[in-house]
């Protein structure tokens, strides 16, 4: 509600001995203009049972230029006189603290005299003999300081500590309650359905401010979990899995959940910098290598492939299968971004991409059990095993398509559309035939090309990369065998780049261009720029008098 001059919401209607503009109105204007008044919420209202007493909501004021939080709470009115009418004002006092200010109702129907620092909250008119207070008889006093700053509104100061209404940028855990206007201004609490022992959260209604890298916390929810992917305006998975079944409510957190139930965490701005989102599409992800084997699969239905070679910590591993018959279970530390299969005339082909996010120590090798687990023994395969580099660190993946055709020579593999620049896009085709085939394709670059003939089933797959500039339409792409398959599969996908963006080093000595997803390190000699994302920059930063930073704050 705004401020209301009178002492009755509705002027027009006021009764006599509350329609006059009073002295303390001028008074209570005048100081939210010079540094004395409210800057958000401390809304007053009477209780919903009645009673001789008011609620107050949480919020903050300036006393003084002052800036103080107000924890909100019930506030007693003193009991009515027998004989007189009178006015209380709520206020806060210049400590922070709720108070009523009273006048004696035999002096009139005046406004009680503010204390210095006070801010008036609202007016309470009092009735001779009533114990209870009528919604109608609280006024809104409130007036709001210019320039108002909400909760989660960030502030950079050279303060060493932080004003009462607000944190410092610290990554410390708060209270979810107490500091509920904070919590709900840079977290949100949505309801998903989780399956015990799945990663994958639907029913979501919607993730437009999800965050990969997210924290999570919910009743469904292992501790510690956080956002792996955002798979669709409804969906997400998680890098752990659900601990129940069912519909349940959820917090999602950028800057921590805190102890997963109770508290939530501040952004940590110490030792970093931060940068806006929206940044640019970085260069085209590279294919650093494609290792590509056959065989037969072993006596339990199981093919064994090493990891790539050279592989680091932060790299794409994505390993693409092609099979005769039944698809692969996903393995213990992957996941399944896209499968195809097809069937005809009795025979069947699929293919399959399964991808992770290398580890400072991968193990010496994957292994993937066939559908049918044993039954499959003996069934030819054909897997190529990739290393990328380049490529967004949380969302990987932009688009694919799905392509199939029974028994000819050739397949035209979908395109898709891309949503970013710079991608390096995927086509891959297999086959089930009488006999080992070869391929050749439309457009981009092979590479790989195999096949394994077991019995008188042959699994053949074949695959190659071009790079998309623009996002787009991304043309599709012919496969043409070497002679008939008896059934075709395919899957086109797109790898998306890192996006980046150029920071200024202080003091104007360098630029530097990095991927999101970033720590930034300070140290050494003048506070010289150590590292952006693991690149040195030979910037220097102004660093000026030595040792002294700034810090951030966060509105409460």
Known sequence: MPFFIT????????????????????????????????????????????????????????????????????????????????????????????????????????????TAGDVALAAIYVPPNITEIDP???????????????????????????????????????DRTVDASLFNAI?????????????????????????PGASLSGANITVGSKIATIDSATQITMDTNASATGSASFVMAPWGVGDSSTTFNVPDFRDRSPVGP???????????????TNGALDANGQMTVSPPAGVQAGDLIVIVTGRAINAFTTPAGFALYASNSGLSGGFFASVEVFYKVATASEPGSYTFVGGAGAGDAGNSY????????????????????????????SLAVAGLTTSHNNCLVFSVAAIDAAAVRTF????????????????????????????????GVVASNTFTASATARVWTGICFAIRPKQTTTIAVLGGVATHSFASSFNTTLGGAAGRVVSIDGVTTGGT????????????????
């Not at 008889?137 to 060493?160: C, H, L, Q, S």
């Open 7 to 114: 002492g009755y919401p509705d002027p027009s209607a006021a009764p006599p001995d509350r329609a006059p503009v009073n002295d303390v109105d001028m008074t209570i204007v005048v100081g939210a203009l010079v540094g004395t008044g409210v800057v958000l919420g401390c809304a007053v209202n009477a209780l919903a049972l009645p009673a001789m007493s008011v609620t107050v909501d949480p919020g903050t004021v300036q006393s003084n230029s002052t800036e103080l939080y107000v924890y909100g709470g019930t506030v007693a009115i003193a009991a009515a006189d027998t004989d007189n009418p009178r006015f209380d004002l709520v206020v806060v006092d210049s400590t922070g603290t709720l108070q009523v200010r009273s006048v004696s109702p035999e002096g009139g129907v005046v406004f009680p005299v503010l």
């Open 136 to 174: 109608d008889n609280v006024t809104d006093k409130r007036a709001f300081i210019p320039g108002v700053r909400y909760p989660g509104d960030i502030e950079m100061t050279a303060r060493v500590t932080n004003p009462a209404a607000w944190y410092m940028c610290d990554g410390a855990a708060y």
């Open 187 to 211: 977290t949100v609490t949505s309801t998903g359905t989780f399956t015990s022992g799945s990663k994958v959260v639907t029913g979501i209604a919607s993730t437009t401010n999800f965050v």
């Open 278 to 292: 929206h940044l640019a599409d970085g260069v085209a992800p590279v294919l650093q290598s494609a290792t590509t």
């Open 382 to 409: 054909v897997a190529s095993v990739l290393r990328i580099t380049g490529q967004h660190p949380t969302l990987p993946f932009d688009a694919k398509s799905l392509s199939g055709a029974a028994a000819g020579t």
């Open 440 to 471: 050749t394709e439309s457009v981009g670059t092979e590479q790989w090309d195999q096949g394994n003939l077991q019995g008188s089933d042959a699994s053949c797959m074949a695959g190659n990369t071009r790079t998309q500039a623009t996002a």
């Open 541 to 556: 930063i102004d660093n000026t008098p030595p040792n002294a930073s700034v810090n951030f704050m966060i509105k409460r």
